[in-house]
């Protein structure tokens, strides 16, 4: 009889428990890492996370443990869903525990700060594994729906397409339906800089303009993402997909999406510090748009959205005086 596949979901904020709850359904026996004990005690004596996904009943075949040498024992697949600028420091502590062949899959969608790195090329790093032991989950991939077992697609993303496929298979359950896929690159770049355009949208969406604006943004926050993928090397197709125009949409439309809610209040004049104070968990886009701008430059491609992202959040420069100047600079053809 074969054994059930086995996963160690290291991280419990609302999108690592909401695919603890996929792979689970999918008939994965699941172990969720946890830093805190009563965090722990509530999803094993509950089978629910009150913390983050409140309301929403886990599977039996669940469970949780603070102890990462316990979650990571035996894992076939070692998904990291934490937050991207806290995965080097993390992952080189749990490295030495983790199972042997085990694959690490990457739910994070971010760049490293200071090395303009992609979350699978820290994990590659860290955990001193090669690019076909390295898998990404993205797309279009709203936690509280997902709980809700509400119908969404999804892009696996791996080197190696036999590893991809067996990915697919862990977490494809009725109401998720995962695409495999070999531009680990692009999936990536898709998932990082929607955040940043996300931003941006939310802003424009806090300034109280229109859709024609938030429609503008999102084109051409998708043009300067294909234009940094291909500068990279990837398929240009990605960005068509799930991992490019399916997650733009849904980040930039939904009032789920944390960067979406966290520019919205940038954009009604609250402050980062206060803007900050109120968003209980991980915007990546106000890190990450720094790090997008770095990796941009690296390459030597024009980015004027997210470098206007980065004045705002970053540089402290109002609102209205940012979109003034970003639809100030000089016309050119659109296919540039």
């Known amino acids: 009889m074969t054994r059930p596949v086995k996963a160690a ?28 004990r009563e965090l722990v005690d509530a999803v094993n ?17 669940v469970r949780a443990t603070t102890d990462p040498a316990e979650a990571a024992a035996g894992a076939d697949f070692t998904v990291l869903a934490i937050p991207s600028q806290t995965l080097r420091g993390n992952l080189a502590e749990w490295a030495p525990l983790l199972a042997p062949d085990t694959v690490l899959v990457s739910l994070m969608k971010g760049i490293e700060l200071g090395t303009a790195k992609r979350m699978s090329e820290v994990i590659e790093e860290v955990a001193k594994v090669p ?4 898998a990404v989950v993205t797309g279009p991939n709203l ?12 892009v696996v993303a791996c080197s190696d397409e036999a590893v991809a496929q067996r990915l697919q298979a862990a977490c494809h359950t009725p109401y998720f339906r995962p695409y495999t896929n070999t531009d680990v690159v692009g999936c990536e770049l898709g998932g990082a800089v929607k955040n940043v355009i996300g931003l941006a949208v939310g802003i424009a969406d806090g300034m109280g303009l229109g859709d024609n604006t938030k429609g503008s943004l999102i084109t051409r926050g998708l043009a300067e993402t294909t234009r940094l993928g291909l500068a990279m090397g990837a398929d240009p197709l990605t960005f068509s997909g799930l991992a490019g125009l399916g997650d733009l949409v849904a980040t930039c439309s939904s009032p789920l999406s944390r960067n ?27 890190k990450s748009c720094e790090s997008v701008a770095d990796l941009a430059r690296r390459h030597g491609v024009d980015m004027p959205i997210t470098d206007t992202v980065v004045d705002i959040v970053h540089n402290g420069k109002p609102p209205l005086l940012a979109l003034k100047d970003l639809m100030a600079r000089s016309a050119k053809p659109e296919r540039r």
Request: proline residues 6%; glycine residues 10%; contains cysteine.
């Open 45 to 61: 004596a509950t089978h629910t996370n009150p913390d983050y996904l409140p309301g929403v009943e886990l599977p039996p075949n």
């Open 131 to 134: 690019a076909h032991r390295v």
């Open 260 to 286: 979406h809610t966290f520019g919205t209040n940038l954009g009604r004049g609250m402050t980062l510090e206060e803007t900050i104070a109120v968003t209980k968990q991980t915007a990546e886009g106000v």
């Open 9 to 36: 979901v290291f991280g419990t904020g609302s999108w690592g428990t909401a695919f603890a709850m996929v792979l689970a359904d999918a008939g994965c026996d699941v172990t969720l890492w946890a830093r805190r």
């Open 143 to 154: 936690a509280r729906e997902i709980a809700a077992r509400q119908p969404a697609a999804s």
